[in-house]
């Protein structure tokens, strides 16, 4: 690739001190190295207590790495640390508004940190970007919880940063809300800005970002491509219904697993490198079964990061 990566990561370690006497140190990431590339949706993965927040929370200068190094839009986060916190627009997990503002004054103020001047100021035109124009002058705590999250992202963009990082922004939020939000993501990557993301809904991410990271125990396990990376799911599955009950579940060495599901139901889970659809039929009618309705399942993401990290998301 011969453009820059947006954010590099670098041998990043960060061990949290212990908790208490008698405790261990925690050791929160533990020599991740990755690349952001310029332009894309990055999704970045992992289970509970993986290391995702603490790596964003490094990012933004909110926690203190321990070695390692990490730049952001060309700046090292320690040498140029004021050019990489203003490279980077971060939509933090928790609301946190003083209630008592309207969303224009919530921008302005932030404007001010920034030491943006009042004619360079973008707040009314992030306001009608994330389709707040009308509470313009409301207080903040009567917005709902889906304008605020959307009031958090015209927040984080005030600065025109290149580069925006949404930590888990849809956690708790309903469908409708989630879906006005990516959009809402969406529009703003068009516009050239490189977004990434931590998520739990593994399907979203399949089908949002272009590149996904995963993280597990504080190291990196993967970072591909999404399609490579669900591609990578070797397992499959033939879910077959039967024209009889059966009793036991069939079994046959080609296959990884074999489950009953409900009274004539029997759902097998192969390795797709050695078997496909048809051969998993054919070895259940060898053994006198007759099979009268068939649907195989794609592998997903799930499955993916159900075989890397040994945990459903
Ligand atoms: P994730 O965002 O992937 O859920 P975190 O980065 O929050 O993971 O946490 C990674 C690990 O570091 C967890 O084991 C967590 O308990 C621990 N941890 C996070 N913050 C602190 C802290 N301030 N002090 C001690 N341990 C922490």
Known sequence: MDTEPAIRIDNLVKEYASPGPGEAPKLALKGVSFDVPQGGIFGLLGPNGAGKSTLINILAGLVTKTSGSAEIWGFDIDESSRNAKRS?????????????????EVLENHGGFYGIGKADRRSEELLKAVRLFDKRDAYARTLSGGMKRRLLIAKAMVHSPPILVLDEPT????????????ELVGELNAQGVTVVL???YLEEAEQLCDRIAIINHGELIAN???????????????????????????????????ELAGERGVEV????DKLNAGQVLAILQEQGLKVEDVTTREADLEDVFVQLTGTGA
């Open 171 to 182: 956690a708790g939020v309903d469908v409708e809300l989630r879906r006005q939000l990516w």
């Open 88 to 104: 980077i627009g971060i939509v933090p997990q928790e609301i946190v508004f003083d209630p008592f503002f309207t969303p224009f």
């Open 269 to 272: 889970t192969y390795d797709k």
């Open 198 to 200: 931590t998520t739990h």
């Open 224 to 258: 591909k491509p999404t399609r490579e990376l669900v591609d990578m799911a070797r397992e499959k599955i033939v879910s077959v219904t039967l024209d009889a009950d059966v009793e036991s579940a069939p079994s046959h060495e080609a296959f990884t697993k074999v």
